[in-house]
Each structure stands twice: as structure tokens, then as C-alpha cells.
């Protein structure tokens, strides 16, 4: 625990000019963003006394190491940076909403030839329309139902498209008129992108004009005598008024706004949006969040408006923002939407008539949010509370080890060695932490030398990261080159892509990354050996804060350095499932990059050794000869008569595979059956009874073999 007045700035340091300010922990982790129209004012208040701060303020300044602050113009760009800063290092006694990227839109892409209508989620994309955001996936499908009866836009995947249209059949949706076929030309598309601005219209509220248009219509058929066009028409604004039901009215003046209610207590907040378009509510969302900083409801509802419009423009911004309380100052907050929208917004709170309603209605539903959200997570604030706690006192430690590191090596009868790191923070994963490790160290299979080999590269990039001095020491430097293969779970590079060369530390970023953030404890998936392995390697660094534990799978037993007798926790301890929870969550990580890489070798090809070949080209060879055997014993002239390939290459690639040793053909085990024809496959594989490669002479049995 740091003492503030170990890192207040010094009298006069500060500026009395509006800026944002972060905080840093010891290990130069952003902790805190917060912006001030006064720097001065603001940073004074956190180096009050301890015993007069809010407990929340109080334990972000005693964990704070440090703090900075960056001069801005006005109110309005400190508020910007402030946003972009939180995204950006997400800091943990930020307030930070929960991501909303999962709610489901109704889109239109616009910006095809032919305008698609689909259920997206994510990020937006440009030059697509949409609505929503919907609570359910299936509301969009119902209202899209209803409405391409009267707007039949196009609805399929690009390769259902593709398909019609080399086929010269629609699908089902053609057929029954859902769909106007702009795949085997029923219409231009000019037509068919007609349709689609008339289904936005309709989708962004302008109803009535279309509803009338088809009443007329539907009158000028039946005086026709056409009773059948003009029952169509009727059934077409039947479909209309039905799917408008979905949406009652809820202001009569067809208003555009957002409104935006907060129910909170002392620890928690949550928040209600929902989204009026043309009078009728067309969205809803919502979030909620631990207050882990001392906040307002006007504080909140700003956070709020962070997270709604910080990357929208345009109309996405309404022309009107309804809020239970306006943020303090409100001016810049307004200047920042309209800025954003383009126009000017509105940001006021409703005093009477239909909108105070309404805002009511919103507030009930943040307050059963807030409530529903308690009922589910009370249990589980406690039980990993005590969870940590029981791990503590187990293994003597001085705390509660709110940082928990596990390791867990996987390999195939000693091939494609691999480990993983899994990071849990607070009890709960901390999924953009994970790292994945080839072991280079040695070949063969032995997990103590690759537990060893993995603490020591973690620990070591720890190290130099928290030294600071750019200089890699000359053991270290084969370390980086071997540790450029760790990557996270999404198989991204452990290192940031704009981190440079992998001695360039950035120490200005403030982001974990790396390696750069040490744990408080240490899990191994293993028993004594893996246990005492990773205590040498710390050892050998010089590290001795970081405690060791390991937990057996046998009997299900927590084993320390240097103790010849386990550690037994209860088969109902709380501490022993979340150890477990880790430990499989290892397990997990590591088979799956193992099984990665096994599959991958197994796809492998001789052609992936000429140099220059990319993958079209090879794609191209093996359609054009049937199989590597028989490009093997092709001519060069034969090789050339591939589009792309010229003679140069058609002469590496005939040298390649003439050194290249050809590969045992493949059998299946179930029936016998020698497969000569896939020896592109893979080196040295035969076949399961799935028909799955696997190694020649490897068990049928894998997962008895697999770690």
C-alpha cells in the first residue's frame, strides 16, 4: 500500500488549466482516468487526508504509484480524451459498463449492390443502416417476416446468392414472393435497392405516407374491379399495421430522442436505455456496473453518454437526450453530441407531460434490472470472496491473491509440446491475459523441463520489463527469440504489433502488456515435480514474492515447494473448486492450442517448402493435378500449363518435391484400405474410423495418450 505523499506533485506543478489526469499502480498499469476543468482543484482533492476520502477513493490512491495529467484547450476535448483513454486502457476503478456489442441490430447493407436485410452484432460498419438495438434476435426475425411481404429485399448469404444466381433458381423466398430475385434478374437493381430505401423509411418511422399511399391503391384496384391485386394490398397493409403493433406509440409527436435512467446503491449501478424513433420505441438496452469510484448519478449518466455516442455519428446521435440527472458541467457534455450528431442536441431532463412518463417507465426497468442483476450475482460476490479467502489461509499467504496465474503443458506422446498461461483476476477470467507457449527448449516429452522453460520466459520478460533499461542481457536475447512465438487466445502475437522489436518495452502505455504484470500466486497443473520446477525458476531469477502451489488431478491436492506432505482442502471448499475451475481452464487452453498445431502439421504439405508459393497458387496446383503425387511426376511443361505458374517457378517446384521424401501412404485402421491418393495430406499419417489422420502407429485411443 503506497502512501500518497510519496508521489504528490509538488506546489505550483500542477496547472489551473482543464486537462485528464491518470493514476498508475507500482508496475505503471493505468489504475484511474479522470478529467477536471481544473487540474489543480481536482488533483488536490485526492491528496486530502486518507481518513476524510471515500473508502473506494481511498483505496485507489493508496494503490496508485504515481499519477500524470496531459493540457487540453477546452472542457469539451478533455472529455474526448478522457473516453478514448478509458477505452483504451480500460482501468480498473474506472466505472465501466458493461459491452453492449452482443445486442442484436436490424441491418441494411447498403452498401452492396444488392442491399441486404440481416441480423448484425458487433461493431458497425460503414455505409450500413440500423435498427435496433432489439432485446431478442428472434423480434428482428418476426418484424422482417411480416415486412418482406411488402418490401421482398433480399435476405441471403453472399454464397446462397451466388449460387442462385449461377443456378438460375431462386431460393424458397423467391418462390413464395418474399424475396423480388434480384439474383436471376426479376429486377434491375436499381429496383431492388428502391425497395430497400422504402423498407428503411418504413424501419426509421416514416409509415404513415406509405400506409396512405397503399389505401389508395388498394381503393383505385377495387374500383378496377382487380379484387385480386386489391386484396393483396389489403393483406400487404394488414402485414404493415401488425408489425407496427410490435411498437405501440408512446409519443404522439413522433419525437426522436433516447432516454437514459440509472437506478444505483452504493456498491452497483444499472442503466436503461431506451430508443424512441418516430414517436415509437424501436430499441432497448442495458448495463450495469460496480461503482468502484465515488460517483454522482449526473457522473454516471455522463459515463453513459461515453459509452452510447462515443464512436457514433450522424443521426445514430438523436436530436433529443432525456436524462434523470444532467452531468456537471452539462455544457461540454451538450457541445460533445452535437458535435457528434452534427446538429444540435438537446440534453435535458423531462419535467411533464408524455416523455416524464415515459422516463418513469425506463426507471422501472433499471430498478428490476438492478434488482434481477443482485438476485444472480449476490451469491457469486460471495462465494468468490470466500473462495480466495480459503486459498489464502491454506497456503499461509498475506493476503488474498486477487491475481492468479496457472500453467499446464499438453503434447501428444511427446510431440507438438505446447503449454498455456491463464490469468484469473478477482475469481473471474481474464480471458485477454492468456498466452500460449511452443516448447523449444528441448525435443521430446518432459514436463518438468517444460514447466521450467515456461516460468523462466515468463518471468524473465516480467523482469526485464520491470528493470526498464531497454537492454536485454545476453542470456535474455535467445529468451526473446524463443518467446516470439507466445500469442493469446484469439492467436494474436504476445506482443502488441506496434510494441516494436521485442526489446522496445513501451513503459508509457500503461496497458498489461507483455508479460509486465505479476501475479500474486502461481498454480501448476501437476504435483511435486512441476511444483518444485517452477520454484527453481523463480528462484533462479531472484523472485521470491510470487508464492507456488500445485494441484494434483489424482486426489485433487495442493502441493507447496519444499513440503513433503500435500495440502488437503475440503472436497466442498469453495478455495478447491475455484483452484479447479483454473486448472481446467488450463487444460482446456492448452489442448485446444496442441490439438491447433497437431492439425496443422497434419495439413501440411511438401509445397509448403517452395519458396514464393502462396496459397493460391497451391490451391491451383493440387485442382489442376488431383493430388501431390501426381504433380510429383509431372514435367515442367505440364507444371507451366497452370495459370500463374511460370517456368522459374515450375523448375523449384519440380526440384522441391524431388527431394522431398515421399510419404507412407495412408491406411485405414477400420477396413485396412491403403489410401495412396492422400499423400497431400499429411506426412506420415494413417486414419482412424472417423476417417480422421492421425499418427502412423499411434493408439486408436488419443485422449488416453493426449495431455
Known amino acids: 500500500m503506497a502512501d500518497p505523499s510519496s508521489y504528490r506533485p509538488k506546489p505550483g506543478q500542477i496547472p489551473d488549466t482543464p486537462g485528464v489526469y491518470r493514476f498508475r499502480d507500482e508496475h505503471r498499469r493505468v489504475i484511474y482516468v479522470g478529467k477536471a476543468k481544473s487540474l489543480r482543484q481536482r488533483l488536490a482533492n485526492y491528496f486530502q487526508d486518507l481518513a476524510s476520502l471515500h473508502p473506494r477513493t481511498r483505496t485507489m490512491v493508496t494503490t496508485a504509484a504515481s499519477v500524470e495529467w496531459t493540457v487540453v484547450s477546452t472542457e469539451v476535448e478533455a472529455l474526448q480524451l478522457e473516453y478514448s483513454w478509458i477505452k483504451e486502457y480500460d482501468p480498473r476503478f474506472n466505472v465501466k459498463y458493461r459491452d453492449d456489442k452482443s445486442y442484436p441490430y436490424l441491418a441494411v447493407t447498403m452498401n452492396e449492390e444488392f442491399p441486404r436485410v440481416q441480423v448484425m452484432r458487433g461493431h458497425k460498419k460503414k455505409g450500413v443502416r440500423y435498427f435496433g438495438p432489439y432485446g431478442h434476435a428472434w423480434a428482428i426475425r418476426d418484424t422482417v417476416d411480416l415486412l418482406l411481404r411488402v418490401f421482398p429485399v433480399r435476405t ?189 442536441v438537446s440534453l435535458r431532463i423531462p419535467q411533464r407531460g408524455d416523455k416524464k412518463a415515459l422516463m418513469e417507465t425506463v426507471q422501472r426497468n433499471a430498478q428490476q434490472a438492478l434488482a434481477l442483476h443482485k438476485t444472480k450475482r449476490a451469491s457469486d460476490l460471495t462465494t468468490r470472496s470466500r473462495a480466495l479467502e480459503e486459498i489464502a489461509d491454506a497456503l499461509d499467504l498475506d493476503s488474498a491473491p486477487l491475481r492468479i496465474e496457472c500453467y499446464d503443458i499438453s503434447h501428444l506422446q511427446g510431440d507438438d509440446v505446447v503449454a498455456s498461461m491463464v490469468v484469473f483476476e478477482d475469481g473471474l477470467q481474464r480471458k485477454s491475459e492468456y498466452r500460449r507457449f511452443q516448447i523449444k527448449g528441448f525435443a521430446g516429452q518432459d514436463d518438468v523441463r517444460s514447466m521450467h522453460e515456461v516460468i523462466t520466459r515468463r518471468f524473465r520478460r516480467y523482469l526485464a520489463e520491470k528493470e526498464r533499461t531497454g537492454e536485454w542481457a545476453e542470456d535474455a536475447t535467445e529468451d526473446a527469440r524463443t518467446e516470439s512465438d507466445a500469442t493469446t487466445e484469439s492467436g494474436a502475437p504476445a506482443t502488441a504489433p506496434d510494441a516494436g522489436p521485442v526489446n522496445g518495452f513501451k513503459d508509457e502505455d500503461g496497458r498489461p502488456r507483455k508479460f509486465a504484470y505479476p501475479p500474486q500466486l502461481v498454480v501448476v497443473d501437476g504435483g511435486q515435480p512441476q511444483v518444485a520446477a517452477a520454484k527453481r525458476a523463480l528462484d533462479e531469477l531472484g523472485i521470491d514474492d510470487i508464492a507456488v502451489c500445485g494441484l494434483a488431478k489424482r486426489l485433487e491436492e495442493v502441493w507447496l515447494p519444499e513440503d513433503d506432505d500435500p495440502v488437503v482442502l475440503p472436497r466442498t471448499s469453495e478455495g478447491l473448486y475455484l483452484l479447479q475451475r483454473i486448472r481446467d481452464e488450463a487444460h482446456r487452453f492448452a489442448i485446444t492450442y496442441q490439438r491447433t498445431k497437431r492439425a496443422k502439421r497434419f495439413r501440411s504439405s511438401p509445397l509448403d517448402d517452395v519458396p514464393g508459393l502462396g496459397e493460391t497458387r497451391k490451391h491451383a496446383l493440387i485442382k489442376h493435378f488431383g493430388s501431390v503425387k501426381k504433380l510429383r511426376s509431372a514435367t515442367i511443361e505440364q507444371i507451366q500449363e497452370v495459370p500463374g505458374i511460370g517456368r522459374k517457378t515450375a523448375e523449384t517446384i519440380a526440384v522441391a518435391l524431388a527431394q522431398a521424401a515421399p510419404a507412407a501412404p495412408a491406411v485405414n485402421t477400420a477396413t485396412g484400405e491403403i489410401m495412396d491418393d492422400r499423400e497431400d495430406e499429411a506426412p506420415e499419417t494413417t486414419a482412424d474410423a472417423s476417417g480422421e489422420p492421425v499418427p502412423a502407429g499411434a493408439p486408436d485411443d488419443r485422449r488416453g495418450q493426449e495431455r
Not at 437514459?260 to 424501436?282: K, P, T
Request: net charge negative.
Open 156 to 344: 441471403c448469404s453472399a454464397g446462397v446468392f451466388k449460387n442462385a444466381a449461377r443456378t438460375g433458381r431462386p431460393c424458397l423466398l423467391g418462390y413464395i414472393g418474399k424475396c423480388s430475385a434480384p439474383c436471376v434478374g426479376r429486377v434491375e437493381p436499381e429496383e431492388h435497392r428502391e425497395l430497400a430505401e422504402e423498407f428503411c423509411d418504413f424501419m426509421a418511422g416514416r409509415t404513415g405516407t406509405y400506409l396512405r399511399r397503399l389505401e389508395q391503391r388498394m381503393t383505385e384496384a377495387a374500383e378496377e374491379m382487380e379484387y385480386e391485386r386489391a386484396a393483396r394490398l389489403r393483406d400487404d397493409i394488414e402485414a404493415l399495421k401488425k408489425a407496427m403493433e410490435k411498437n405501440a406509440v408512446v409519443l404522439a409527436d413522433a419525437t426522436d430522442a433516447d432516454l437514459i435512467a440509472v437506478a444505483e446503491d452504493e456498491l452497483e449501478a444499472a442503466v436503461q436505455i431506451f430508443h424512441v424513433r418516430g414517436g415509437r420505441v424501436r430499441g432497448q438496452r442495458g448495463w450495469v456496473t460496480d461503482k468502484v469510484e465515488d460517483v454522482t448519478t449526473g457522473a454516471l449518466v455522463e459515463h453513459a453518454l461515453q459509452q452510447l455516442y462515443g464512436e457514433e455519428s450522424g443521426d445514430a446521435v438523436p436530436k433529443e437526450v432525456l436524462v434523470p440527472a444532467l452531468p456537471e458541467p452539462v455544457e461540454p457534455v451538450q457541445e460533445w453530441l452535437t458535435g457528434r450528431r452534427g446538429s444540435n
